[in-house]
Structures are given as C-alpha cells and as structure tokens.
C-alpha cells in the first residue's frame, strides 16, 4: 500500500472512522433497550453519511484504476471484490428501509441480531480490501473521472436519510 498516496490515506482514516462507529453502534446493541436519546439515530446517520462520502472515492480511486490495470488477474480480483461490495452495500441499503425507528423500537432483540451482522460483514470488507485490494494500487495506472455505469451515491443518501427519519 502507498501510505503517500493522500487518496488512499484518507480512505484509510475514512476505514478508521467507520470502524469507530461500528464499535460505538456496537455498544449500544449491548444494552437491553435502544437509547431514548437519538443517539442511535445520530450513530446510523453518521455512519450512512460518512459511507456514501467515502464509497464514490473508492470507485474512483480504487476501482477504476485497477479496472485499467494492464494484468487480467488484478482485473479479474477487483471485479470480484466490486460484486462482493455491491453486495454488502444492499444489504446495508435493505438495512436501512428495515430497521426504521419505528421498526426498531418494536423489535429491538431483531435489530441487535440483524446490526450485529451487518457490522461483522462491514468490518470484514473493510479488513479485506486493506489486507488485499489497496496493495494492488502500489502498481495501477492512473484513472480519471467516473465510471459510465458509476452509481448514483447522493440519491442513495437521500433515500437512506429518510428511512432514518431525518
């Protein structure tokens, strides 16, 4: 990995974020009842807002440069681990519209399950392109602008903000 590279540094410090968020949201699925104080709501919001800042970088930076790779093998990783993101990114989405305050309230016990989960998956993404997609940058050309089948990231903030009722 290119710790000199300032994208991949701050994707980095975005992973360190996340993970402090997922331990935060983790201490809250500890108790025997969701907070009262919308710190939930606050936790699951900062953590959409700070995934949808950080995943249309990630396809920029990191997808689309190994997409131009000149080694097919490299290639063939990436689209492997763009699958398994889109992937864990739906069910972070069908999260999401699941686990209302409302729905969340009502099912505490599910929700814990259901967050625990998803919080397991995420981290383990993140270990995984660490450990295994960013090194692959050491040696990937240069790739400007977005993908032609680049997602929308801000609708997809928007819809997340109003399943959490904000």
């Not at 992973?15 to 709501?41: F, K, W």
């Not at 790779?69 to 990783?77: I, L, S, Y």
């Not at 505490?108 to 981290?123: D, V």
Request: charged letters at 25%.
């Amino acid at each position: 990995m290119a710790p000199s590279d300032p994208i991949l540094a701050r994707l980095l410090a975005e992973h360190t974020q996340l993970r402090d968020l997922a331990a935060t949201l983790g201490g809250m699925l500890a108790a025997s009842e969701p907070p009262s104080d919308g710190t939930l709501t606050d936790t699951r919001w900062s953590m959409a807002r700070l995934m949808l800042r950080h995943l249309p970088v990630e396809d920029r930076h990191v997808f689309r440069r190994l997409e131009a790779h000149d080694n097919p093998a490299v290639r063939a990783r990436m689209a492997g681990f763009r699958i398994d993101l889109n992937a864990l990114y739906g069910a972070y989405q069908h999260h999401g519209a699941r686990w209302t305050e409302d729905t969340v309230r009502a099912d505490w016990f599910g929700y814990r399950a259901a967050t625990r989960h998803l919080l397991a998956s995420l981290t383990g993404m993140m270990d995984r392109e660490e450990s295994e997609l960013y090194p692959l940058l050491d040696d990937a050309p240069a790739a400007e602008g977005r993908a032609p089948d680049a997602r929308n990231w801000a609708g997809d903030a928007w819809a997340i903000r109003a399943n959490l009722g904000r």
